[in-house]
T-cell receptor
């Protein structure tokens, strides 16, 4: 079984709809991240969480919200989806300390907003 | 200027060739450097960390030049399975591991 899972893997939705992307991990890591990837751009950080009570905005958090329900679960919500949120979304967890932290990515969720 | 810049490629090489990628970064305070590999439509996976003294893992060698702020990845004896996009990744600040990802360099290894 995969250590970091994401559901759904693919999603098509309409403008204005609320959707939730879920991420679960069995690695026991405290740190979790949400990124989006667009063609021709590097991964961009949306939100990150160091533990259940610690949630922080990344560089492109507008239009998104998150929930850290447990150490193992970190959900990303689009309250009112818009077409430019069409992208590939990755969840990641992190291990290690300081500057040698390693991030492990889930398989991604491909989202299309019509 | 982008924080991390890479030549997007693609680099087309035959099997057995040696190929090198470079990456430049703008934040002189960066402390950690990595190469990730990403296959088409898949998640990035850590290929190797890059240490100041340079490091090697089998056919892969990574080098760091802090003075010039660039990182390199050398792949020897290329295999078909090396075809992928290689992401240069730098941590933006000390302490918190905010990773900054390059857009990637695409490698195509042909028979």
């Amino acid at each position: 079984d995969a250590d970091v899972t994401q559901t759904p893997r693919n999603r098509i939705t309409k403008t204005g709809k609320r959707i939730m992307l879920e991420c679960s991990q069995t690695k026991g890591h405290d740190r979790m991240y949400w990124y989006r990837q667009d063609p021709g751009l590097g991964l961009q950080l949306i939100y990150y969480s160091f533990d259940v009570k610690d949630i922080n905005k990344g560089e492109i958090s507008d239009g998104y919200s998150v929930s850290r329900q447990a150490q193992a679960k970190f959900s990303l919500s689009l309250e009112s989806a818009i077409p430019n949120q069409t992208a590939l979304y990755f969840c990641a967890t992190a291990a290690g300390t300081g500057n040698q932290e390693t991030q492990y990515f889930g398989p991604g969720t491909r989202l299309l907003v019509l | 200027r982008k924080e991390v810049e890479q030549d997007p490629g693609p680099f087309n090489v035959p099997e057995g060739a040696t190929v090198a990628f470079n990456c430049t970064y703008s934040n002189s305070a960066s402390q950690s450097f990595f190469w990730y590999r990403q296959d088409c439509r898949k998640e990035p996976k850590l290929l190797m960390s890059v240490y100041s003294s340079g490091n090697e893992d089998g056919r892969f060698t990574a080098q760091l030049n802090r003075a010039s702020q660039y990182i390199s990845l050398l792949i020897r004896d290329s295999k078909l399975s090396d075809s992928a996009t290689y992401l240069c990744v730098v941590n933006g600040n000390t302490g918190f591991q905010k990773l900054v990802f390059g857009t990637g360099t695409r490698l195509l290894v042909s028979p």
